[in-house]
C-alpha cells in the first residue's frame, strides 16, 4: 500500500521534479479556493497538503493529484456562511467517514455506468472552467479599490509572458526531456521577471501564503443531533461531489497513461484524506483534474510525484513563502492554459457530426451544466439523459412472432426486452379476443426486467382470463422466474417449467 513506485533514479527525479511543478500550481489554486469557501487562505493551503499528500499515499491512483477545489468549494459557502468554519470542519470530517463507507461498499464500481459521451462532457466542460478561472487574474485593483481589467502595456506584458510560458512547455521537450517543461518555463519566466524587474501581478498579490505546520483540533462545535442535522446535507454533497470528480479523473488518467487505477481504493484514500484534513482545519478536496494533468505530462507517474507535491507545498508554507509569493501569475496561467489545451477533446469538435444526435446532445449538454452549475449535477444530468434515450430506443425494439404449435394453443414469441419503457408497446401487441383458448407467450428472446414488467404481464393475464382464455409464460430465464416468484399473488399466469431450457446469460453468471 505504502510503496512510492521508483525503482530508479531517473523515476524519482521525474517524480521529484513534476512533484515540484504540481506544488507550484497548486498554490494559486487553493488560495483562490479558499476565498471562493470565504475561510482564510491557509485552510485551502492546509488542504491541499493534506489531502493531497493522503490521497497519494492510500487512494487507489498513483499520479493523480487531489487537493482543495472549486467544485467543493461552491458547496461549502452557504455553511461557512451560515454556521461558521467550525462546521465546515466537522462537515468534513463526516464527508471522509461517508467516502471511506462508500468504499467499504464497493460502489466506486458504479463509475462504470456513466456513458462515454458524458465523459467527454465532463472533459471538455472541466476545460472550459479550468479556461475561464483563469481569466479572474487579468483583472487588477485601481486606485479607487475596484476590480478593472487589464489594459495597454500591462496587458500586453501579461499576455507576453503567457505567450512565453506556453511557448517553452510546447518547444522543450522537443530539445530534451531531461527536465519538466512546465517547470522550467516557471523558472525562466520569473528569473526574467526578477532580473528585468518587470511590474506584473504575482502570487503575493493574491494572498501571504506564510503559516505554520497544522494543527490536530477537534471541530468546535456541539456535539448532539441539531449539529448533525446541519452538516449531514453539505457532507452527502461534498462526498458525492468530491467522490464523482475524483473517478471521473481517475478514468481519465486511466486512458492517458494506458494503466488501470483502483476505483474502490480512491474512495478509501479521498474518505482518509478528508477525515484526518477535517481534524488539522482544513477544507478538505477531492482528485483535480488540471494538477493531475500537469503532473501526467511532466512524468509524474507513480505515488511519489502526489506524494513530493504536497510536501513541497508543506515547504513553501513553512519555509519559502517570500521566494514563492513572487513567482509571476502570468507562469502560472500559462501552464494552466496548456493544461485546457490537453484536457479538452479536440476530436470531439470532429465527430459531432458523425456520432447520434442523441449523443451529440448529451456531450453539450453535460459539458454547458458542468460550465454553469458544478461537474457532479452535470454527470447526474448526463447519466439520466443517457439511460432516458437508451430506455426509448430500446422500448420500439419489442416485437412478437406468432404461430399455432402442434396442440393447437397460440404461441407468441416475443422479442426483446419488456421493461417499464416497453410495457406500453408490449400489451399493445395481443388482442385476446382474437386468440384461441390456450395461448402461449415465448420468452426465449426476451427476459422480464422490472416490477412494471411484472405488473404489465399481470394485465395482459386478466384480460385474457376476462376472455374466457388460459395463457401460459414458456422459457422464462431463472432471473425471470426469480422475479415472478417474488410478486407472489401479483401475476396470476402459468409458467411452463422446461428443464433443458438454458441461455448464454444464465450460464455466464
Same mark, same amino acid.
Given at each position: 500500500?505504502?510503496?512510492?513506485?521508483?525503482?530508479?533514479?531517473?523515476?524519482?527525479?521525474?517524480?521529484?521534479?513534476?512533484?515540484?511543478?504540481?506544488?507550484?500550481?497548486?498554490?494559486?489554486?487553493?488560495?483562490?479556493?479558499?476565498?471562493?469557501?470565504?475561510?482564510?487562505?491557509?485552510?485551502?493551503?492546509?488542504?491541499?497538503?493534506?489531502?493531497?499528500?493522503?490521497?497519494?499515499?492510500?487512494?487507489?491512483?498513483?499520479?493523480?493529484?487531489?487537493?482543495?477545489?472549486?467544485a467543493m468549494a461552491v458547496v461549502m459557502v452557504a455553511l461557512v456562511a451560515e454556521h461558521g468554519v467550525e462546521y465546515l470542519f466537522a462537515a468534513v470530517v463526516l464527508t471522509g467517514l461517508i467516502q471511506?463507507?462508500?468504499?467499504?461498499?464497493?460502489?466506486?464500481?458504479?463509475?462504470?455506468?456513466?456513458?462515454?459521451?458524458?465523459?467527454?462532457?465532463?472533459?471538455?466542460?472541466?476545460?472550459?472552467?479550468?479556461?475561464?478561472?483563469?481569466?479572474?487574474?487579468?483583472?487588477?485593483?485601481?486606485?479607487?479599490?475596484?476590480?478593472?481589467?487589464?489594459?495597454?502595456?500591462?496587458?500586453?506584458? /501579461?499576455?507576453?509572458?503567457?505567450?512565453?510560458?506556453?511557448?517553452?512547455?510546447?518547444?522543450?521537450?522537443?530539445?530534451?526531456?531531461? /527536465?519538466?517543461?512546465?517547470?522550467?518555463?516557471?523558472?525562466?519566466?520569473?528569473?526574467?521577471?526578477?532580473?528585468?524587474?518587470?511590474?506584473?501581478?504575482?502570487?503575493?498579490?493574491?494572498?501571504?501564503?506564510?503559516g505554520g505546520l497544522p494543527s490536530f483540533s477537534i471541530p468546535a462545535v456541539p456535539f448532539n443531533l441539531d449539529t448533525l442535522m446541519i452538516i449531514l446535507p453539505y457532507s452527502f454533497i461534498l462526498a458525492?461531489?468530491?467522490?464523482?470528480?475524483?473517478?471521473?479523473?481517475?478514468?481519465?488518467?486511466?486512458?492517458?497513461?494506458?494503466?488501470?487505477?483502483?476505483?474502490?481504493?480512491?474512495?478509501?484514500?479521498?474518505?482518509?484524506?478528508?477525515?484526518?484534513?477535517?481534524? /488539522?482545519?482544513?477544507?478538505?478536496?477531492?482528485?483535480?483534474?488540471?494538477?493531475?494533468?500537469?503532473?501526467?505530462?511532466?512524468?509524474?507517474?507513480?505515488?511519489?510525484?502526489?506524494?513530493?507535491?504536497?510536501?513541497?507545498?508543506?515547504?513553501?508554507?513553512?519555509?519559502?513563502?517570500?521566494?514563492?509569493?513572487?513567482?509571476?501569475?502570468?507562469?502560472?496561467?500559462?501552464?494552466?492554459?496548456?493544461?485546457?489545451?490537453?484536457?479538452?477533446?479536440?476530436?470531439?469538435?470532429?465527430?459531432?457530426?458523425?456520432?447520434?444526435?442523441?449523443?451529440?446532445?448529451?456531450?453539450?449538454?453535460?459539458?454547458?451544466?458542468?460550465?454553469?452549475?458544478?461537474?457532479?449535477?452535470?454527470?447526474?444530468?448526463?447519466?439520466?439523459?443517457?439511460?432516458?434515450?437508451?430506455?426509448?430506443?430500446?422500448?420500439?425494439?419489442?416485437n412478437i412472432k406468432t404461430y399455432d404449435d402442434a396442440q393447437g394453443s397460440r404461441v407468441h414469441e416475443l422479442n426483446g426486452p419488456l421493461f417499464f419503457g416497453s410495457v406500453k408497446n408490449f400489451l399493445?401487441?395481443?388482442?385476446?379476443?382474437?386468440?384461441?383458448?390456450?395461448?402461449?407467450?415465448?420468452?426465449?428472446?426476451?427476459?422480464?426486467?422490472?416490477?412494471?414488467?411484472?405488473?404489465?404481464?399481470?394485465?395482459?393475464?386478466?384480460?385474457?382470463?376476462?376472455?374466457?382464455?388460459?395463457?401460459?409464460?414458456?422459457?422464462?430465464?431463472?432471473?425471470?422466474?426469480?422475479?415472478?416468484?417474488?410478486?407472489?399473488?401479483?401475476?396470476?399466469?402459468?409458467?411452463?417449467?422446461?428443464?433443458?431450457?438454458?441461455?448464454?446469460?444464465?450460464?455466464?453468471?
Amino acid at each position: 500500500m505504502f510503496k512510492l513506485g521508483c525503482a530508479s533514479r531517473v523515476c524519482f527525479k521525474n517524480e521529484i521534479l513534476s512533484g515540484l511543478t504540481v506544488a507550484l500550481a497548486l498554490v494559486p489554486e487553493a488560495v483562490a479556493f479558499a476565498f471562493v469557501a470565504g475561510v482564510d487562505p491557509l485552510v485551502g493551503l492546509y488542504a491541499a497538503f493534506m489531502v493531497g499528500l493522503l490521497a497519494a499515499t492510500f487512494g487507489g491512483r498513483p499520479g493523480m493529484i487531489s487537493g482543495a477545489t472549486g467544485a467543493m468549494a461552491v458547496v461549502m459557502v452557504a455553511l461557512v456562511a451560515e454556521h461558521g468554519v467550525e462546521y465546515l470542519f466537522a462537515a468534513v470530517v463526516l464527508t471522509g467517514l461517508i467516502q471511506i463507507g462508500a468504499g467499504l461498499l464497493r460502489l466506486g464500481k458504479f463509475i462504470r455506468i456513466v456513458p462515454y459521451p458524458v465523459m467527454l462532457g465532463f472533459v471538455n466542460g472541466l476545460a472550459i472552467v479550468i479556461f475561464l478561472a483563469q481569466l479572474q487574474h487579468f483583472q487588477v485593483t485601481n486606485a479607487d479599490g475596484i476590480q478593472a481589467w487589464m489594459s495597454g502595456e500591462p496587458l500586453v506584458l /501579461f499576455a507576453g509572458l503567457i505567450i512565453l510560458t506556453m511557448a517553452i512547455i510546447h518547444y522543450l521537450p522537443k530539445l530534451t526531456g531531461a /527536465f519538466p517543461s512546465s517547470l522550467a518555463a516557471i523558472i525562466t519566466v520569473s528569473l526574467l521577471v526578477l532580473v528585468l524587474d518587470l511590474e506584473t501581478t504575482t502570487v503575493g498579490d493574491l494572498a501571504s501564503i506564510k503559516g505554520g505546520l497544522p494543527s490536530f483540533s477537534i471541530p468546535a462545535v456541539p456535539f448532539n443531533l441539531d449539529t448533525l442535522m446541519i452538516i449531514l446535507p453539505y457532507s452527502f454533497i461534498l462526498a458525492a461531489v468530491g467522490l464523482i470528480e475524483s473517478l471521473l479523473t481517475l478514468s481519465l488518467i486511466d486512458e492517458v497513461t494506458g494503466t488501470r487505477g483502483r476505483g474502490n481504493r480512491e474512495c478509501m484514500g479521498q474518505g482518509i484524506a478528508n477525515t484526518v484534513t477535517g481534524l /488539522f482545519g482544513g477544507m478538505g478536496g477531492c482528485a483535480m483534474i488540471g494538477q493531475s494533468m500537469i503532473n501526467v505530462n511532466s512524468g509524474g507517474r507513480q505515488r511519489l510525484s502526489g506524494v513530493a507535491a504536497a510536501l513541497f507545498l508543506l515547504a513553501f508554507i513553512l519555509f519559502a513563502s517570500p521566494l514563492i509569493e513572487r513567482i509571476p501569475m502570468a507562469a502560472l496561467v500559462g501552464v494552466m492554459f496548456i493544461v485546457v489545451l490537453a484536457t479538452f477533446e479536440w476530436s470531439s469538435l470532429r465527430i459531432m457530426g458523425k456520432i447520434p444526435a442523441t449523443d451529440a446532445f448529451t456531450l453539450i449538454l453535460v459539458s454547458a451544466v458542468t460550465v454553469f452549475t458544478d461537474l457532479a449535477i452535470a454527470v447526474v444530468v448526463g447519466v439520466i439523459v443517457s439511460a432516458l434515450v437508451f430506455a426509448w430506443e430500446h422500448a420500439k425494439h419489442i416485437n412478437i412472432k406468432t404461430y399455432d404449435d402442434a396442440q393447437g394453443s397460440r404461441v407468441h414469441e416475443l422479442n426483446g426486452p419488456l421493461f417499464f419503457g416497453s410495457v406500453k408497446n408490449f400489451l399493445d401487441l395481443f388482442n385476446p379476443e382474437d386468440d384461441p383458448d390456450d395461448v402461449i407467450i415465448e420468452f426465449q428472446n426476451s427476459r422480464v426486467a422490472d416490477h412494471s414488467a411484472i405488473e404489465a404481464i399481470d394485465t395482459l393475464a386478466e384480460r385474457y382470463i376476462k376472455a374466457g382464455k388460459t395463457l401460459h409464460l414458456r422459457h422464462l430465464s431463472e432471473e425471470c422466474r426469480t422475479l415472478l416468484k417474488k410478486a407472489g399473488d401479483l401475476v396470476e399466469v402459468n409458467v411452463m417449467e422446461d428443464p433443458r431450457y438454458r441461455i448464454a446469460d444464465d450460464q455466464l453468471a
